[in-house]
Structures are given as C-alpha cells and as structure tokens.
C-alpha cells in the first residue's frame, strides 16, 4: 500500500555519477518521502549506488500538472517546476524560479562574435558558443567549458556568447561573473548575513557564465557554494559556461566532486593563433579603429608576435601612439622600434627579393640576369643559390620560388636545390660563400 502511494509515483529523471535525480508530484509528497522515508531512501541509495550518493529531487508544481519528464525536456522544467534540492538529504527551502525579471548582468557589449576572429585555433570553441548561445541548456554543451593561455579569447567569446543569447531573447536572466568576484561577493555576503540572496541571485539565471575557474582553487566554501549553484542550475536545464586556464582536469585545489561536474558537458581549447588568423586580427582591429596598416607592417608584427592575442593588440595600440605622439610614418621602421620592447629575437619576413639581391651582390652580377635565360657558368651558380636559399629562408612554394626567377618551372628548383647539395658535399670553397652569404642575409634582417 505504502509502496503504491508513495513510490509508484516517483519518476527517475537521471542519474549522473553518484547523483540521482527523482520527480515527484508535489511539495507535500517531498516533504512526506523527506520525513518518513529518508532513511530508507538513504539506505537504499547508497547500497545500490554507493557511498557518497545524493538524491535530488525534481517536485512538478501543483499548479501545472506535470507531464512526463522523460520526454518533455529541460524546458518544461524550468517554467512549471519548484525545485527542492537536498544534499544530501537535507531539504533546502524551495526556489521559485518563474515570473522572474530579465536580467542581463556584467556583459560587455563590445565583445561580439562579429569581431570574434575565426581561426584553427578558436574553431571547436567558437562553434560550440555559437550553438549555446542559440539554444543556452537545450545542447548537450552543458556545461561548456574554455580552456587555454592568457590572451586567446576566452573572456571575449563568453561575452560574445552572453550578448548574443540575451539579443536573440534566448535567455532571459544571464549574468557574466569572474571567480574571483563570486569569491569576494560570497564572502561579503557571509559577512553580511545575506547568503540566501546570494545564492538565490544566481540559482535564478537561465544562463550563467562563470569566468577564470581556477581562481576558485583552495577556497572551500565558496567551491561549496558554487558547487550547489550549479547543481541547482544543472537540474533545472539552465545554461553553465565556464573558463580555465588549464583543462578542467588538471585543476589544482578544486573539489573533485566539482571537477567531475565541469567534465559532464564540453570542454572546447583555445589554442595560440596561427599566421593566417594573427594577420586577419590585425586587420580586424586596424579597420575597427579606421587606420590605415600597410601590408608588409601587417605581415611583420603577424611574424613576430605569436604568443597571443592580447599582446597583438598592444603592438597595434603602441605603434598607432608612436606614430601619432612622434609624427612618423607607420612602416616597418616604426614597427621595427615598437615591437624590439615586446619581441626578444625580432624576424623580418624575408623575401626572395632580398635573397636575390643579397646573392648577386656577392657574386657581382646584376639581379636581372637572374631571371634572364642565360647559362653562364657564374649565373648559373648565383641562381641556384638564390634558389636554394629562397627554399631554405623562406616559406614560398617552389612554384613561387620559380616565378621569381623568370617563371621558371618548379623542377628547376628542384633541381638547383640538388645542385648545391651537391656543390656543398664536393667544394669547400663553394660551402664558405653559402656561409658567407647567409651571415649577410642575417645582418640584413
Ligand atoms: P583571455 O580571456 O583568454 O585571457 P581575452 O578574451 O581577454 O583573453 O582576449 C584578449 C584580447 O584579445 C581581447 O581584447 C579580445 O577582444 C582579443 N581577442 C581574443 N581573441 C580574439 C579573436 N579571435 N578575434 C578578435 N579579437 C580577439
Ligand atoms: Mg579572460
């Protein structure tokens, strides 16, 4: 009879790791099944789940009949449901979560994926922001986890997220908060006696975006606190976006129990940008703020700042004072003097422009020749050189390599690269004026 009234009607909605989640069909059954089942439950739950486990429980409003879960998703839940969660088994006070306002709380309109640079090295993670950010807590992405160095984008995407989702009414109630600041507010609100509106303030999103993670390493109570904020959140199909300088693994000083939970939805890198992207970020940014950067500048800075995104911008902000502050002409001298302050081991793109000239120069023939149809002994060798360095020094196809030098076909270079490997095994003195040559090219730079 017992079993009949009070637990045929309970419906299991999930159960992830040690964490079972049941619907039950009011509040006064909870409160029943609380008081005069919790032990049996408990008993039960940690034999055939082991220890550990906790129950949560999903109570289907009276004022909205309850459909059945299984199929209905997330959505049903959070608009016809309280919540009650207990943890373990200690009823919490119930949180309404309809009719409450909009809310849009800490984002930065001035990120966007419209100035989000696509590359190689943000794809994964700008795709999986895209999709959340159009249906935040109806993709498995939950919760989406950023990971990568400092300066990769990972603060902009959640903006650009954030912004994006609250534009297209997606999310009515989203809030953008760094760890350090949840840390700090929490804190506060201990001290001030006010942790229920803490908590109830961000168990109350529909999309919360929670950025720098590991600064939450070694401060237990607040990992407590946010620990059942996103359980709380999780449960009711809300939308949880997350960052880290490191994978969510190999987080130091964090609760395991909260590790797990940040692995259970997807964990998108952020790599350092390729070429290709850092060149199309600098013309991004030159046109966003109306100025004119010359091609070979654009190349230049691309070539030598690669560790990240943040310091590319710096070099575009110091070279565009520089210019103005010191009435030059933005060009790779300027560039040279901005980034010999940020850059250790300055490069200069090299062209096959140079190399020819540098090469001729050496053996004293005009550059013309090298493109001429000529066979001369002493050309010959000055072109196979030049092409065998142009191979060496620069990243230039061999096709490209071969137009440079009267459109000659890329098995000519081929060739002429086995010809001065040859030179190089047979002829010391050949080998001294390679050497020779490259120091010049070197010095060149
Ligand atoms: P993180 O949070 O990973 O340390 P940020 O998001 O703060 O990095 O990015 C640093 C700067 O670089 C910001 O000004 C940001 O707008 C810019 N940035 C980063 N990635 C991109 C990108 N893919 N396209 C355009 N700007 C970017
Ligand atoms: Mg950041």
Redesign the pocket.
């Known amino acids: 009879m017992s079993f009949k009234t009070w637990f045929q009607p309970i419906v299991p909605v999930r159960l992830i790791e040690k964490d079972l989640t049941v619907q039950v069909p009011s509040q006064f059954f909870y409160d029943w099944l609380e008081e005069h089942y919790n032990t049996l439950l408990h008993n039960t739950i940690t034999a055939v789940i082991g220890e550990t486990s906790s129950l949560f429980y999903i109570v289907t409003s009276e004022e909205h009949p309850s459909a059945p879960l299984a199929n209905s998703g997330f959505d049903l839940v959070s608009t016809t449901i309280d919540f009650v969660r207990t943890q373990p088994f200690a009823p919490h006070v119930p949180l309404r979560t309809e009719n409450l306002q909009s809310i849009r709380s800490n984002f930065n309109p001035?990120?966007t994926f419209d100035?989000?640079?696509?590359?190689d090295?943000?794809q994964l993670a700008?795709a999986a922001a895209l999709a959340v950010a159009n249906n935040p807590g109806g993709t498995s992405f939950n919760p989406l986890v950023?990971y990568?160095?400092?300066?990769?984008?990972?603060?902009?995407?959640?903006?650009a997220l954030g912004n994006h989702a609250a534009t297209n009414g997606k999310a009515k109630r989203i809030a953008y908060v760094s760890s350090e600041k949840f840390t700090v507010d929490f804190v506060e609100a201990i001290q001030g006696d006010k942790v229920k509106e803490f908590s109830s303030f961000y168990r109350s999103m529909d999309l919360l975006v929670v950025?720098?993670i590991q600064f939450f390493s070694g401060k237990e109570k607040t990992q407590d606190n946010f620990f059942h904020t996103f359980n709380a959140l999780y449960q009711l199909g809300k939308q949880i976006v997350l960052?880290s300088?490191v994978p969510p693994k190999e987080l130091r000083g964090l609760d395991e129990r909260l590790i797990s939970r940040f692995q259970c939805g997807l964990t998108a890198d952020?790599q350092p940008?390729d070429l290709e992207?850092r060149i199309?970020?600098l013309q991004?940014?030159s046109e966003e703020n109306s100025l004119e950067l010359p091609s070979n500048v654009v190349d230049f800075i691309a070539a030598n700042v690669k560790k990240?995104?943040?310091e590319?911008?710096g070099c575009l902000i110091s070279l565009f004072a520089r210019a103005s502050l010191e009435n030059r002409e933005i060009g790779i001298d300027l560039a040279k003097d901005v980034l010999r302050v940020i850059v250790n081991d300055l490069r200069v793109p090299l062209s096959i422009d140079q190399i020819q000239k540098i090469v001729c120069e050496f053996f004293d023939i005009p550059v013309d020749l090298l493109r001429a149809k000529t066979r001369r002994q002493e050309v010959v060798i000055a072109r196979q050189t030049a092409m065998f360095l142009a191979k060496e020094l620069t990243n230039s196809s061999l096709k490209t390599i071969g137009l440079h030098f009267g459109g000659r076909d890329h098995s000519t270079v081929i060739h002429a690269c086995q010809a001065v490997e040859e030179f190089l095994k047979t002829d010391g003195v050949y080998k001294q004026h390679l050497d020779q040559i490259r120091r010049k090219i070197e010095l060149n730079e």
């Open positions: 001035r990120y100035n989000f640079i696509k590359g090295c943000n700008r950023f990568g160095g400092t300066g990769l984008g990972k603060t902009h995407l959640m903006h950025d720098d960052s300088d952020i940008p992207t199309a970020i991004k940014k990240n995104i943040r590319l911008e």
